[in-house]
């Protein structure tokens, strides 16, 4: 339903805005805006630009907002970040980030990395936060916990957080599988992982491999054989079964060289960047994406399709608009 506003016909004095009254703020749920806007009385408090106090809720200018320290997450994807900037510039900001107070008019982040860096992108002048007391170890916790709990790290990046916070904040297993809700084996699976070579390691982070396929190279004692045997993952796509079939076998070694079996000699790099392709290439046309590269720096890129309707929707996609 459209408000509909008349004025009249006699002119009446309306005061002068302010500067400060006049800033944009963007984006914003009516909601969640009419419950900051019954928290303060002055337009200034909800912009932020005054202390607020300890376990409340106002906006805050995003320039007055310094990046958390102790961030765990290390990889933003940029294309999903623009796709939050977008939607943050329909939906506006759906849940406020978690900050801490260091100034008049200076804040640290706790949590909500992806927002606030997607809020700039959507062009906010500011943005709704829940302002914390904390102190240094209490911002690495809740930032590492706050981020397991979403699920949204990969298993490099739990490993990782796992590490830090039994490191940095002397938890013990235990006491760590209890802050984040997860049984101490679960903890100590992921915890193994930072024992992997680091090309594997990468290769779990960007994807290449599960957490199936990684726990599987964790039962193979040497760091070499593990490098072997993750090269043939990749390249002969097999499932966490056949890994854990080879394991048993004691086979961790390359494929021979009359095997049937593709070629294992290419860089653990180039292997994962192929792959990671392959998916982006795949997820493009929505149909099987090959990419076959040769010793010689050539190759060929190839699109399977079903059916002649099917080929020619990737024609379409193809072609130039």
């Keep these: ?5 008349s004025m009249s016909e006699k002119h009446e004095e309306k005061p002068t805005p302010t500067p400060l009254a006049k800033r944009r703020v963007g984006g ?3 909601g969640l805006n009419a419950l900051i806007e019954g928290s303060y009385e002055k337009k200034s408090e909800r912009l932020g630009l005054v202390p607020h106090p300890a376990n409340s809720v106002g906006l805050i200018p995003t320039d007055q907002i ?3 320290p102790y961030q765990p997450r290390t990889h933003f994807d940029q294309e999903a970040l623009q796709d939050l900037a977008e939607s ?8 406020p980030v978690t900050v801490r107070q260091t100034g008049p008019a200076a804040y640290q982040l706790i949590s909500g990395e992806r927002r606030l860096q997607a809020s700039r992108l959507a062009g906010l002048e500011a943005i709704p936060a829940y302002i914390r007391k904390a102190d240094d170890q209490q911002m690495l916790e809740m930032a590492l916990i706050e981020n397991i ?7 490099i990046e739990i490993a990782l957080s796992y590490q830090r916070l039994v490191s940095e904040c002397n938890l013990k297993q235990e006491e760590l599988g209890d802050r984040v809700g997860k049984n101490r084996s679960t903890v100590t ?3 193994r992982l930072l024992k992997l070579p680091p090309d594997i390691q990468i290769g779990l982070r960007d994807s290449v491999i599960s957490m199936g396929h990684a726990r599987a190279l964790l039962s193979v004692d040497d760091a070499a054989a593990q490098l072997n045997l993750f090269r043939r993952i990749v390249t002969e796509e097999m499932s966490v079964r056949r890994v854990e079939q080879l394991v048993r076998q004691g086979v961790s070694a390359p494929a021979a060289k009359n095997d049937s079996a593709p070629a294992t000699d290419q860089p653990v790099v180039q292997v994962a960047e192929i792959k990671r392709a392959e998916r982006h290439l795949s997820d493009r046309f929505g149909s099987r994406v090959q990419v076959k590269p040769t010793a010689q720096g050539r190759g060929e890129i190839r699109i399977s399709f079903d059916s002649a ?13």
């Design 309 to 321: 309707e099917d080929m020619h929707r990737i024609i379409s996609i193809l072609q130039p608009a």
């Design 28 to 30: 914003l749920g009516r």
């Design 88 to 95: 943050i510039k329909v939906q506006g900001i759906i849940q």
């Design 189 to 191: 699976n992921y915890l």
């Design 149 to 155: 709990q979403r699920e949204n790290l990969n298993a």
């Design 66 to 68: 310094e990046a958390n």
């Design 1 to 5: 339903m459209a408000l509909r506003v």
